[in-house]
């Protein structure tokens, strides 16, 4: 039995959700449930949802035991016991929390005895396993934000890291893992990237749903119940509001612009403004019967391009490129080629956004009781970067839709069933504005300026369709409460993703670009012609079936839930089978996937309070919970898109290292040459088809999947303690451990060793770029983990969490091509890629938080809340740099074979121990010079004579500080509030113009040994160092600047 709570604390647990709980446990479910005891067999339990009178009841078996399930979250809820000869119970006030079960103890007494009443344990409200966070309506109103994000909620677990903090699409990582590699839920609908591009992981540009909408959320870590699958990083779900008897709603404003964002190194922030607005509203439709949430917020943006040359001022500037260097381009982008580049600096780019929900709550009668959402989102986001002409930018504007109706079933005491169907309509179309001229990039110093349209969205469209049903029961044998259920999805993939359909041109200088001397060219030609784009697209289906039983079982003080789950993802249909690939490598490249995971689980809850912590009476409850099993993660769908999206079959992607007038072009007698004027796209084809088959190694590369590949899985783990004191101290501690069961590799195909360079690294080989998907089982993570909290009668609490955590990945998967996400991974040999830290681990976080709340003026609140963030910075690699895109092995002239294809600038770089190191040769006595007192002054100095490891470095470290204020006004109506807001951002830059920076390195990435390839004993030819290469301050959102933001409500 559970040591008894004091009263007060004891009606804090029931009655408030504190801004940071503690970890949740069970279902991807948008409901709860409530399991108790009573001490008279046959009682009558009734249930009651205050605010919309529904009721459920239950008899409590032989052992006095009763389990209700499906309950709506929140409250108050309100439990009556009865039974014949005993006094009628009653206990009100009971606050259900999303995905953990309420566990309760009724005594009952005689009727010819003094009533005694319910009790209840000091965990009344949760049975919790794995590892996580939930936080309430009211939690969540008083978290400072400004973009409103999911990110700056779930970033309270201290697992949690927030990449790219404060800008509009911030990414949510988990125990370092990717965060394609989350799943995210609304209302038990995913609402997760359907195709696997976005870097936040959600299928919209910035936040999937308006936090107004939303009741409560959670992020689950390692949640052991079978019924959940899709993550081998964060379960993040959230439930959104819904109607009751009462009519409530809110109507709410904001508007910021440049005066409310602070200046960086003396510069003011670009003119822009933003607005947001919207309104919710609920209520019944029928009383007691059917209840209505509707609610819809608009966003508008101007997102100023805080980009410019080196000498502009502006805050994100070039390192060598200047303001004349920038004219020159725009005047050669027009006068040679005939095209405007747009502007580089100093101009606004439009965002918009738009979100509506509407839900219905129907109680149709005793036994049945179904919930039907709609929810629709489009935005408008623009995409820009360092060095990037206007033309080079990116806008996306994604459309979403997602219907759902649920049906709840309680067809006696203890059978109980689930049924869902909802469906998922996607539509992504970005655009650049410099549409089908190529992007020509041209090396100025240690910059690259990009102009003309971006190389991956001149023929780029998504289109995805999911329809999906699930059934799942739930039966009550007393101590066993056993689920079982079975799941269907099947999902329609469109997908014309043509890359470098306009071209590619890199120039080594503003004189080769105005002369049209590229030293590469890359471009991906449709076989039909160049308006034939259809056949290249990839057009299938996916097809996963999921079943799972699970068992908890009731042991007295321990509880455990144990279960399997199996998952099958299937595609029915094979790629185009590609002649070439299949004479190339022996096999064929139409590999299907079908892929299933077997997955046991089990997980435990211990109460510990009399057992081991009887003698403290200082402990009034502790727990001890844990649990270990196979999670399937979710699987971006353009994994699966790349084999048949680059099968080859259709489309041939060629590559030219220097123009040659010698070279074939694809036209039928045409040859390549120089970039003409006035004809930037010389290398199309024709737009119908007057192709002809170049000879090798152009011809029709393809990327493919191992016949034997597996779903990505991995063993997780955890075990924790919690303990409460008498005086209201909650305290945990918990360690996490994961490992890589099956995780993504790539492989080139073709690719062989041909000797070796100097300082030991092989010589490679490749062919025409075969690229296959296949399986490691290297990486995993484990963190450490503790957090305290309490609450004070007088309105003032605080929190703290602490986290070490250590990740590590084989791929870092930023890429959502094959090709690129084996190019763009660190390396020293080949594809000898050991697990390494991974590029989105924080190993280092705190996160604490105050909170005070009194009613100064009547009864209208006052609330005071800060949270400070400290952090340690992002890995990143040291690498050569070599022009061009060549590998350090080189090239054979302009024929496009070069040796490895990943690129240089992704080579770790070797460090040399000295001026007189064998494996190297100094340009000159100054390159020497400088680049052994950069390596002697540095971090690279403990690896000389060797290389310097992927992710071997560590960013500077980061401290936040934000705070919100927010003011009830009375309004002349009862009941009827307007309530003000203040949010403060990064305080302490207000406070210290040098605090509060975010430093990054690009793609985790800095190339500071410039190399000009090897000679003929394979020595790197060094001509310099750039200490600071890809290092920048990440401001593109006022990320490293205090912020202000301030709106109003009208709530009632």
């Known amino acids: 039995m559970r040591k008894k709570m004091p009263r007060k604390l004891y009606a804090f647990v029931l009655s408030a959700l504190f801004i940071f709980s503690t970890s949740t446990f069970a279902e991807v479910e948008t409901t709860s449930s409530i399991r108790g005891e009573v001490n008279v067999s046959g009682a009558e339990v009734t249930v009651t949802h205050v605010p919309t009178g529904t009721t459920k009841t239950r008899t409590a078996n032989e052992d006095g035991l009763f389990f209700v399930s499906d309950l709506l979250i929140g409250g108050p809820y309100e439990i009556n016991a009865s039974a014949s000869g005993y006094q009628s119970q009653s206990q009100s006030g009971l606050y259900l929390v999303l995905n953990k079960t309420a566990a309760i103890e009724i005594t009952m007494v005689s009727n010819n005895m003094e009533e005694i009443g319910v009790t209840a344990s000091a965990t009344s409200g949760t049975i919790r396993m794995g590892g996580g966070i939930s936080l309430g309506e009211d939690a969540i109103a008083g978290v400072p934000t400004i973009n409103r994000s999911i990110a700056d909620f779930a970033k309270f677990d201290p697992r949690v890291s927030i990449n790219s903090e404060s800008s509009k699409n911030s990414s949510i990582t988990v125990m370092g893992a990717h965060e394609r590699f989350n799943d995210f839920s609304v209302d038990g609908v995913s609402f997760n990237d359907p195709f696997g591009l976005n870097d936040n992981g959600f299928g919209s540009m910035r936040n999937p749903i308006s936090m107004e909408f939303v009741d409560q959320i959670s992020v689950d870590i390692t949640p052991y119940d079978v019924s959940r699958g899709n993550t081998t990083g964060g379960s993040i779900a959230t439930v959104t509001k819904s109607g009751s008897n009462d009519f409530h709603g809110s109507v709410f404003f904001i508007e910021r612009d440049e005066d409310d964002v602070g200046e960086l190194f003396d510069q003011e922030f670009a003119e822009f403004s933003e607005e947001t607005k919207g309104f919710t509203f609920s209520g019944p439709i029928i009383e007691d019967k059917l209840f209505f949430f509707v609610g819809y917020e608009e966003f508008e943006s101007g997102l100023p391009a805080l980009y410019g040359a080196a000498d502009s001022g502006m805050p994100n500037s070039a390192e060598d490129a200047t303001e004349a260097d920038i004219a020159e381009i725009a005047r050669i982008s027009q006068d040679r080629y005939g095209f405007d580049p747009g502007q580089f600096s100093g101009f606004t780019a439009p965002e918009t956004g738009e979100k509506t929900i509407i839900k219905l709550n129907a109680n149709i009668n005793d036994v049945h009781r179904a919930v039907f959402l709609y929810q629709s989102d489009e935005d408008s986001l623009p995409s820009g970067g360092y060095n990037r002409f206007s033309s080079n930018w990116v806008y996306y504007a994604p459309e979403i839709e997602r219907n759902s109706i649920t049906l709840y079933s309680d067809w006696n005491d203890r059978l109980s069933t689930k049924v869902r169907y909802s469906t998922y309509e996607y539509l992504s179309d970005p655009y650049s504005p410099g549409l089908t001229i190529p992007e020509m990039s041209i090396d100025v110093g240690g910059d690259t300026i990009r102009v003309g349209g971006e190389r991956f969205r001149a023929a780029n469209k998504i289109e995805t369709s999911s329809d999906y049903i699930s059934f799942k029961a739930t039966y009550d044998l007393g101590n066993h409460v056993v689920t079982a259920g079975i799941d269907y999805e099947d999902t329609s993939l469109y997908n014309l993703f043509i890359s470098r ?502 793609y985790n990435n800095s190339r500071q040994i410039l190399v000009n390839g090897t000679d003929d004993q394979g020595r790197f030819i060094i001509r310099g160092v750039d200490s600071d290469d890809s290092y920048f301050i990440r401001d593109n959102s006022g990320q490293s600047r205090w912020q202000i933001q301030m709106g109003l409500k009208y709530q009632f």
């Open 501 to 1002: 359909y306009n071209g590619e041109v890199r120039f080594d200088s503003i004189a080769d670009y105005e002369a049209g001397e590229y030293s590469y060219l890359r471009a991906h030609v449709p076989q039909g012609g160049i308006l034939d784009v259809d056949p290249v697209a990839a057009n299938f289906n996916l097809e996963k079936t999921t079943l799972y039983i699970g068992d908890k079982i009731y042991l007295g003080d321990l509880t455990l839930n144990v279960g399997v789950r199996y998952d099958q993802v299937e595609t029915p249909d094979a790629p185009r089978e590609n002649p070439k690939f299949v004479t190339r490598n022996g096999f064929s490249n139409a590999q299907r996937f079908d892929m299933s995971v077997v997955q046991p689980r089990i997980g435990f809850n211990y109460d510990a309070s009399e057992s081991l912590f009887g003698n403290i009476d200082r402990v009034v409850s502790a727990e001890i919970r844990g649990g270990y099993g196979l999670f399937m993660g979710r699987i971006p769908n353009v994994w699966y898109g790349n084999a048949y999206s680059r099968s080859g079959g259709a489309s041939d992607y060629w590559r030219i290292y220097g123009w040659d007038d010698s070279l074939p072009s694809f036209r039928c007698g045409g040859t390549v040459g120089k970039m003409p004027a006035g004809d930037p796209t010389f290398f199309w084809v024709g737009p119908t088809s007057d192709y002809c088959i170049p000879s090798s190694p152009y011809y029709n590369d393809a990327q493919t999947t191992d016949p034997d590949f597996e779903a990505p899985s991995s063993w997780r783990g955890n075990i924790a303690l919690d303990i409460t004191t008498e005086n209201g101290y909650q305290l945990t501690v918990e360690y996490n451990k994961d490992s890589t069961n099956e995780g993504v590799f790539y492989r080139e195909l073709g690719m062989e060793l041909e000797g070796y360079l100097a300082d030991g690294r092989g010589r490679y080989s490749h062919g025409p770029g075969d690229y296959l998907l296949t399986n490691t089982d290297e990486g995993g993570a484990e963190a450490w983990s503790a957090s305290i909290r309490k609450s004070y009668d007088n309105g003032f609490s605080y929190f703290a969490s602490w986290a070490s955590v250590d990740a590590k990945d084989v791929y870092a998967l930023t890429s959502s091509q094959a090709e690129s996400s084996y190019g763009y991974t660190q390396r020293w040999d080949g594809e000898n890629v050991p697990a390494a830290r991974s590029s989105f681990m924080t190993s280092r976080k705190i996160i604490a938080g105050v909170e005070y709340r009194n009613m100064f003026f009547g009864d209208n609140e006052t609330r005071i809340s800060a949270i400070y963030v400290r952090k340690s910075g992002e890995p990143y690699s040291i690498t050569f740099d070599e022009p061009s895109y060549r590998p350090v092995g080189g090239c054979e002239g302009s024929s496009g074979r070069c040796y490895s294809k990943f690129y240089a600038d992704y080579s770790l770089a070797y460090v040399p121990s000295g001026l007189d190191d064998p494996n190297v040769v100094f340009t000159d006595a100054a390159a020497g010079a400088a680049v052994m007192d950069h390596i002697n002054s540095g971090p690279l100095a403990q690896y000389k004579g060797t290389y310097a490891p992927r992710n071997g470095f560590t960013t500077p470290g980061y401290s936040r500080l934000d705070v919100r204020v927010t003011q009830e006004l009375p309004s002349p109506m009862d009941g009827h509030k307007f309530i003000f807001f203040l949010d403060l951002l990064n305080v302490l830059n207000m406070l210290d113009d040098d605090e509060g920076h975010v430093y990054e390195y690009n």
